[in-house]
């Protein structure tokens, strides 16, 4: 058969209501034109993340049930720890709450001033976690994982001669581990083959670098390998995955995503010396370390959930959903990021909008286009998001100006992208009638969360 359908029937339905244009454009108003800002009865179509957003599965709700909710060596635990092991093969395993718990205890335990820290491109809590740390995140991404134009098939992969040419410059000593994030959300959900991954842990390895994996979507990387990777098309998900935590010598994770869970996260390495400061810093912050802030029925869930992730019929659907709605795009002749990503369309507003200059935010232009328009949420991930200054405190705009437009997991049927569709095609058929936008209040980190616009 052609036809790429759900694995998986709908056994409880969640209803929302599309409220009216004129009312939309008043919420929007009132949110000081921040989408983050909005009640999310507000939002149709919530494509502002695909973190925390995913259905369960009957397994799942199930397995929720089991919860063993002791301080210490639970039953559920063992699962987690078990299941963990398993795809990852590391020896240390900790639950944290979610993705930036690890980050931020990696970034306190093992990151000093002047540190530099390379990634493909780092996620915008990555980067802060590191900066307030007082290292520099540096990105280092293959050139054609700049171009929305360019088809390769691993536009996530590390540049290993800017990687090289990096550490050189600062010197290996303020290197303490390097990063490789998969799939590379923040580069347009693009991912990194098995060859690269390999290629980063050989050159590390000759400087004596530990190599960390930023693995909220591994299993998505691990669908991507199979498909377009030579020499994977015989491998199962989970054997593909294996490999990649082979090389690797800690990771962090958000359950949230390919832990197909609402909530959770993890941290696993190697290096006893690492696992007994992440261990301390974590009793500190998070919890005891067999529950790192997540209650049992949270690490029964994810037990269940991340086995589901690699699932192929899964991913072969998922992946069927996010293609159908950029190959309607392209149609249309919209301009998308290109090929398909893994979680989310990726919309360059650049080109969507030339009118608006890269300082007033053409992203915003478009996020704040289609919620008025149709009351769907998507995500500036431009100048806003990735905003950084000069030396003299002048702001720059970023290289790419994209809107994600991320796909919660099981969520959305193929009508919701229907609809989508037709909202984005209105706000194409009149997109010289747009203007941009100014900020007039944020904050110093991670500003797009909260900072208030005004149209210019
Ligand atoms: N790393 C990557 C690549 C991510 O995409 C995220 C979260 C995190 C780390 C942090 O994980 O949210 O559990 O603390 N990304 C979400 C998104 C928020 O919308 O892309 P977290």
């Not at 009118?355 to 007033?360: F, G, K, S």
């Not at 569709?421 to 009149?430: A, G, T």
Request: aromatic share 10%; proline share 5%; glycine share 8%.
């Amino acid at each position: 058969m052609k036809t790429i359908i759900e694995p998986f029937r709908i056994k409880m339905t969640e209803p929302f209501r599309i409220i009216s244009q004129d009312e939309r454009v008043e919420k929007l108003d009132k949110a000081h034109q921040n989408v983050f800002l909005l009640d999310a009865e507000d939002v149709a179509i919530d494509l502002l993340t695909d973190s925390g957003t995913g259905a369960m599965s009957t397994d799942q709700w199930a397995a929720l049930m089991l919860g063993d909710e002791s301080y210490a060596g639970s039953r559920s635990w063992k699962k987690f720890e078990a299941t963990v092991r398993e795809i990852t093969g590391m020896k240390h395993i900790f639950p944290v709450h979610q993705g930036r718990a690890a980050e931020s205890l990696l970034s306190l335990t093992q990151v000093k001033p002047g540190d530099v820290i390379p990634n493909n491109s780092h996620f915008d809590t990555t980067r802060a976690n590191l900066q307030y740390a007082g290292a520099q995140p540096v990105d280092l991404v293959v050139d054609e994982g700049l171009d929305p134009e360019d088809e390769s098939p691993f536009k996530g992969n590390m540049d290993l001669e800017k990687l090289d040419q990096c550490i050189k410059e600062h010197g290996k000593e303020r290197v303490p581990f390097a990063m490789i994030t998969v799939t590379n959300n923040t580069g347009g959900g693009q991912p990194v083959s098995m060859g690269n991954i390999k290629a980063v842990k050989r050159l590390l390895d000759h400087y004596g670098i530990p190599l960390v994996i930023d693995a909220c979507r591994f299993a998505e990387n691990s669908y991507f390998i199979h498909e377009r990777e030579k020499g994977y098309a015989g491998k199962s998900l989970i054997q593909i995955a294996e490999e990649m935590f082979s090389y690797a010598d800690a990771a962090t994770m958000s359950l949230k995503k390919d832990g197909l869970a609402n909530i959770g996260g993890f941290f696993v390495c190697n290096d006893p010396d690492w696992a007994e400061a992440f261990k301390n810093a974590l009793i500190l912050r998070e919890g005891f370390p067999t529950y790192g802030g997540l209650a049992g029925r949270d690490l029964e869930v994810v037990a269940v959930g991340l086995m589901e992730a690699l699932e192929y019929d899964y991913q072969q659907y998922r992946h069927a959903t996010v293609e159908y709605l950029l190959n309607k795009m392209i149609e249309t002749g919209i301009p998308v990021m290109k090929p398909a990503g893994g979680h989310a369309v990726f919309m360059d507003a650049k080109s969507f909008f030339p009118q608006i200059e890269p300082l007033n935010y053409p992203g915003i232009a478009l996020v704040n286009a289609m919620y008025e328009e149709g009351g769907i949420r998507a995500v500036e991930l431009g100048s806003v998001m990735f905003g950084h200054r000069d030396e003299h405190g002048n702001e720059l705009p970023t290289n790419l100006e994209l809107v994600r437009l991320a796909f919660p997991r099981r969520v959305y049927t193929q009508s919701h992208f229907d609809y989508v569709l037709e909202v984005i095609k209105q706000v194409w058929e009149k997109r010289d009638t747009y203007g941009g936008y100014r900020i007039t209040k944020q904050p110093k980190l991670l500003r797009h969360f909260s900072c208030w616009f005004e149209k210019v």
